[in-house]
């Protein structure tokens, strides 16, 4: 099993080939099959539109939602396209985080001028720890 750090290094590299390449205006959609193809070019297990069934208060709700994608079935990627993050982006994927009881997430923008302001590497209860540059606990609005 490889480990989530160089997992997220392996997707982060990618992602910033892929911004440099054809740049921001794309639908997300373009950016997550391209990106997926990529990383399953890696050797990745990856896997896109995951869907995740939820079980609150007694209820189950099947495929409730859907990762947008998930590698090595333990990394969630949430990809975005717009002009800046919001708090509200950050807030999914940790809520994604904590329902798939998953440690780490990746909310990747391609929407802005370069990736570096659209990149957050999120953590849901998780104590190993990238370098800072690469971990956010807040978006600003």
Known sequence: MRDI??????VLDAAMRLHKEVGPGLLETVYEM???????GMGYDVVRQHPVDVDIAGMHFPAAFKIDILVDRRLLIEVKSVD???AAHAKQLLTYLRLTKQPVGLLINFGGATLKEGFRRLVND?????SQRLCAQKITE
């Open 84 to 86: 800046k993050l919001h």
């Open 34 to 40: 391209v990106l997926v193809a990529q990383l399953a």
């Open 5 to 10: 750090d160089r997992i997220s290094g392996d």
């Open 126 to 130: 998780y104590h190993p720890s990238a």
